[in-house]
């Protein structure tokens, strides 16, 4: 496609530039948010994604309740196969254990260790510091952004 062809297209069919679509800021927003999160909890040899099945594992085992790998998967609306993949790598690291469920023979349980909250006792700060930064008040519960975030998840 020629320079003026492209000029055409972005001129036509766009909202005039990347900065103009929310999707595109959004993108870069997120981006910058998981690498900066990466780098904040890579001595305790944690990734984001790594964390956030984490958190969510021990916010979900504070119940006492089972929590299953699928039952994680849904509320995290994260793939099955990437749950899987990742409580694989935080098992190897001691953080969490999988035994298979009572109720169900093909589903596996997912409990934290103690390895595993004390991980999050030393995580949990560094990334609230991380949002803090990164998104100010306006990300804090009750803030402006986190409050419209909430209602286009719940839409």
């Known amino acids: 496609m020629d320079k003026d062809?492209?000029?055409?297209?972005?001129?036509?069919?766009?909202?005039?530039?990347p900065e103009n679509a929310v999707g595109f800021v959004m993108w870069r927003v997120v981006h910058r948010y998981v690498r900066e999160i990466d780098q904040a909890l890579a001595?305790?040899?944690?990734?984001?994604?790594?964390?956030?099945?984490?958190?969510?594992?021990?916010?979900?085992?504070?119940?006492?309740?089972?929590?299953?790998?699928?039952?994680?998967a849904a509320s995290g609306d994260i793939h099955p196969?990437?749950?899987?993949?990742?409580?694989?790598?935080?098992?190897r690291k001691g953080f969490i254990v999988r035994s298979r469920s009572?109720?169900?023979v093909r589903a596996k349980q997912v409990e934290v260790t103690d390895a595993g909250g004390?991980?999050?006792?030393?995580?949990l700060p560094l990334v609230i510091e991380v949002q803090h930064?990164?998104?100010g008040d306006e990300g804090l519960p009750g803030g402006a952004l986190l409050e419209t975030l909430l209602r286009l998840d719940n839409s």
Do not use: C, Y
């Open 81 to 91: 196969m990437q749950v899987s993949q990742i409580l694989k790598t935080l098992e």
């Open 43 to 72: 001595p305790l040899d944690l990734t984001h994604l790594q964390f956030q099945t984490l958190a969510l594992a021990g916010w979900l085992n504070r119940s006492g309740e089972a929590v299953t790998q699928s039952g994680l």
């Open 133 to 135: 930064r990164i998104f």
């Open 118 to 123: 004390a991980a999050l006792r030393e995580a």
């Open 102 to 104: 009572a109720e169900d």
């Open 5 to 17: 062809a492209l000029t055409d297209l972005f001129t036509t069919a766009s909202l005039g530039a």
